[in-house]
Structures are given as C-alpha cells and as structure tokens.
C-alpha cells in the first residue's frame, strides 16, 4: 500500500523525533562502537563497515572501520535508502543501479561496487540509521552472515538505547543530587566544629581516660563524615563535566560537527561567545539536537559565499540565569505563510540553495524541543534577505 506524501512526511518526522530524542553527540561514538564495527567487516569480508545515523539533513558516520568519513549530505547517501523498509538492502554493484550509478564515488576507477545495509530499528519502530558493509569489488554475502550481521545491529541499537536510559536516569537523579549536595554543605560545617572541639579537647589534660577515649570516637567519626561530603562534592564536579556545558565546550561541540559541512558549500561559519559567562555550567539536554538543527537548516538555506553565525551567551534577568542561542544567517528567509504555520506538518516545496531536497522538518522540531525545555524561540526572516533564530532558555541554580 502507497503512503501518501503527508503520511510519507509524517512519518518522517516522528524518525528524526525519536533519533533527536537520543540527544547524542555524534563525535563521541567512534571508540565506544569500535568492535561493532570492525567485527561487522570481519564477518562479511569487506573492505569497509560504517555505523550511520541519519537525520533530515546529513548522514553521520559515528563509528567506521577503513574509511575517513565523518558526514556526508543525505543527497549523496546509499543507506536513505536502506531505512526506508525493515529489510536487508544488499547491492552487489553498484554501477549497474540507476539510483547511484552516477555517483563520484561509484564512477571513479577505484570506487564503490559493493553495500550491504541493516536497519538500525529502535524498539519504538523508527529506523534511526544503518549498519553499512561496502567493498571495492563486486560481491555477495551468505544469508547466515546477514543474519549475524543483524545480530550486530541490533546490539548497537541496544546500546544507543541503553545510553538513552541512562541519561534519562540521570536527569531525575539530577534533581535529588541538588538536594544531595544542599545537605552535604550544611553538614561541613557542624561536622567542622566538632572535628575542632574534638581536637582542642585532647590538647588539653583529662583526667578521665574513658572521656578522652569518647573524644577520640567523636574526632574519628567525624572525619569519616566529613570525608563522606568531600566525596559527594568530588563525585557532583566529575559528573558536571560529562552533562554541563559552559559557552566554549558548547562552542568546541557545535564546530566540532558543523564547519565541515559549512567549509564544504563556501559557507562562512562564526560562533561567537560571551568569554565574561564562560565560567557558568549549564545542562547540556537537547542542545546540540535544537542548535544543530537550527545550523544545519542555515546550510541548506544559505548560498555559497553566505554567513552563518552563531551568538552564544548566558544572561540574568529578574535575579535568574538564561541561555541565550542566536542563529542568524544570509541565506532566502522563510516565506511569511510557513512562519505562521511553524507548528504544522505542512507540505511545501523545500529545497536547498544548491537543490538539496528535504522534508522542511527541521523548525517544527526544534519548536518542541524548546517548548520540551521550557525555553521561548523568536524568528525574524524576510525573504532574500536571510533569517535570525533567538532561544531563550531559563537555567536552574
């Protein structure tokens, strides 16, 4: 049975959702998925294997065996095509399918013949990206490889999902951490003021040994706790580093993913920081889904030789800390009847500078998630003149 186009769209947008919902930072996945990868190889005897997700606007290779590729535009993408069913998509030449048979990668003397695809289909049912096999030759694999090759799959999917979990555990342990940490710095104190009356006591002559020796009992219980505390405030910094930003590790992120692709299309891409709120740490949930959307749709939208730029700061107002995100770039703006349909699934033509297809997916997502965060998000555009997206978002002490 056909799909309609809303329903194609539709579905579309619940698949970039949930693979937006994982909150990854894809530039950290390589080392953790190694072995899965490299096995993957292995067992089919191919020259190169490559864990992709695939959002609404590029493949990211997070984690690949033999091939120095980090992200690619979706348009020059073969596993697009490999989420589109819950089936094994295999290719043993490439040259002779009409889908790719023009590709620089396929036409060169020494490209691609051969891939071998496996849906990454989280428990939810949306296929967030594939596990890819490819090879300079021509060739097939056995069905019981591709069998073991789903079995990878699927322990790969697990542990994306299991680092989903975790880090939603984390977020309500968050909360009962700030009571954790409140009391630990209302027990220093009385803790300190016993460890000084224990140690001024036994300076001074007793003339009971049972009373020094209670003394002894309260300095050395005291320690004990008071080292407790000092390692519940060690343990709060440590997790501060792994989910808390400041402006120029979010900076170092957002660069990390997004000069390439910009560099790619003669993009001038800036970001920008207020070094004087620096210092401040703030959770990092969603940030780099919301802000990497906002940039990536820049890309696509802003023509060779344009700008993007990308204004990071933290302000206080009515005695409360906010993050404050602009992405302001010169590309075509957003025609006035989609601004006010931000919120619809709409269809409507949507296509890059450089003809690059999409969905125009991306601003309906990033409302939610800001919404999600109890943020506020404000655009101005005008078309032919470029667009200027500000998030706001409140910051708990």
Same mark, same amino acid.
């Given at each position: 049975m056909m799909r309609t186009d809303a329903e194609h769209k539709q579905r579309e947008y619940e698949r970039i959702?949930?693979?937006? %919902? /994982?909150?990854? *930072?894809?530039? =950290? /996945? +390589?080392?953790?998925?190694? &072995?899965l990868v490299e096995l993957a190889a292995h067992i089919t005897g191919t020259k190169i294997s490559l864990i992709n997700l695939i959002d609404q #606007?590029?493949?990211? &290779?997070?984690?690949?065996?033999?091939? *120095?590729? /980090?992200?690619?535009?979706l348009e020059s993408s073969i596993c697009q095509y490999t989420i589109q069913s819950d089936h094994v998509m295999e290719i043993p030449h490439l040259g002779r399918d009409e889908r790719f048979s023009d590709r620089p990668f396929v036409k060169a003397d020494d490209g691609f013949r051969?891939?071998?695809?496996?849906?990454?289909?989280? @428990?939810?049912?949306? =296929?967030?990206? !594939?596990?890819?096999?490819?090879d300079y030759q021509e060739k097939s694999v056995s069905e019981e490889k591709k069998k073991l090759l789903r079995y990878i799959a699927n322990e790969i999917v697990e542990k994306l999902e299991n680092k989903l979990k975790m880090d939603e555990l984390q977020e309500a342990l968050d909360k009962a951490r700030v009571q954790r940490n409140q009391l630990a710095h209302d027990v220093r104190g009385p803790v300190g003021g016993i460890l000084g009356l224990a140690a001024s006591t036994e300076n001074t002559p007793l003339e009971e040994e049972e009373f020094r020796q209670y003394m002894e009992m309260i300095k050395a219980s005291a320690g004990k706790l008071l080292e407790l505390?000092?390692?519940?405030?060690?343990?709060?910094?440590?997790?501060?580093?792994? =989910?808390?930003?400041?402006?120029?590790? /979010?900076?170092? #992120?957002?660069?990390?993913?997004?000069?390439?692709? !910009?560099? +790619? @299309?003669?993009? @001038?891409l800036e970001i920008v920081l207020n070094k004087e709120e620096d210092h401040q740490k703030f959770p990092r949930r969603k940030l780099l889904p919301i802000v990497g959307n906002l940039v990536a749709n820049a890309i696509k939208f802003t023509p060779s030789r344009g700008t993007i730029r990308v204004e990071l700061d933290i302000l206080a107002k009515d005695g409360k800390r906010n993050l404050?995100?602009?992405?302001? *770039?010169?590309?075509?703006?957003i025609p006035k009847e989609r601004l006010e349909n931000i919120k619809k699934l709409a269809c409507f033509e949507d296509h890059?500078? *450089?003809? %690059?297809?999409?969905?125009?997916?991306?601003?309906?997502?990033?409302?939610?998630?800001?919404?999600?965060?109890?943020?506020?998000? #404000?655009?101005?555009?005008? %078309?032919?003149?470029?667009? &200027?997206?500000?998030?706001?978002?409140?910051? @708990?002490?």
């Open positions: 959702k949930r693979l937006s %919902e /994982f909150d990854l *930072d894809y530039g =950290n /996945f +390589n080392e953790e998925l190694k &072995s #606007h590029s493949q990211w &290779s997070v984690s690949r065996y033999n091939l *120095d590729v /980090f992200q690619m535009d051969y891939y071998l695809g496996i849906p990454l289909k989280v @428990k939810t049912g949306e =296929n967030i990206g !594939a596990l890819c096999v490819m505390t000092d390692d519940i405030l060690e343990r709060q910094k440590t997790l501060q580093q792994e =989910n808390y930003f400041n402006l120029s590790k /979010f900076k170092q #992120h957002l660069g990390s993913l997004y000069e390439i692709p !910009a560099r +790619n @299309k003669d993009i @001038k404050m995100i602009t992405v302001s *770039d010169s590309g075509k703006g890059g500078t *450089d003809y %690059e297809k999409g969905y125009g997916l991306g601003l309906q997502l990033v409302t939610e998630m800001v919404e999600d965060i109890h943020g506020t998000l #404000h655009i101005d555009s005008e %078309e032919g003149k470029g667009t &200027s997206v500000c998030i706001v978002v409140p910051l @708990k002490d």
